[in-house]
């Protein structure tokens, strides 16, 4: 699903001959990339092609995972927007409190669904280090958000041992 992009090492500025058949032999022996993946290459010690690589569109890997994938993606959107709804309410019910634990419960909230909003859209794009890496952050808000929803007032402890 990954549209995969690789750097041209020094070797292949050298001497330029067969890298790119070389590559792709190792990665799909690899289990890098399949057969159906678009490859680019691009030499890094060109700026023109750098620049193209970063606005490169990734359209054919967006393309394919919504075929693929059309029905869950619908539901992400139905669920995420019903969660929204919801923090949108809880936002109205703590606008005005000056009890600043409560209000970090909305913050944690927005949070958690700005970075998975992000995390799935990195997936679809292939990028799934990326999105794992804020899902991490997308637990830990839900953490930090519960743990501010208590009722009494958090204390912890700056005594050392």
Do not use: W
Not at 92 to 115: C, R
Request: glycine share 4%; with cysteine; net charge positive.
């Amino acid at each position: 699903m990954v549209a995969s992009t690789y750097l041209y090492s020094q070797v292949t500025l050298e001497s330029g001959k067969g890298i790119e058949k070389l590559i792709k032999s190792h990665a799909l022996k690899n289990n890098v990339i399949n057969s159906k993946m678009e490859e680019r290459f691009i030499n890094p010690a060109r700026p023109d092609e750098i620049v193209k690589e970063l606005f490169h569109d990734n359209s054919d890997v967006l393309n394919e995972f919504s075929s693929q994938f059309s029905k869950e993606l619908l539901e992400f959107a139905e669920v995420f927007s019903e969660a929204y709804k919801k923090h949108l309410e809880l936002n109205h019910l703590i606008k005005n409190t000056e009890n600043k634990q409560k209000a970090y419960v909305s913050g944690f909230t927005y949070l958690l669904l700005d970075n998975l909003l992000t995390s799935v859209k990195l997936f679809i794009m292939g990028y799934a280090i990326p999105s794992g890496n804020l899902m991490r952050q997308v637990i830990e808000s839900v953490a930090l958000a519960t743990l501010c929803s208590l009722k009494d007032k958090i204390r912890i402890s700056t005594k050392q041992k």
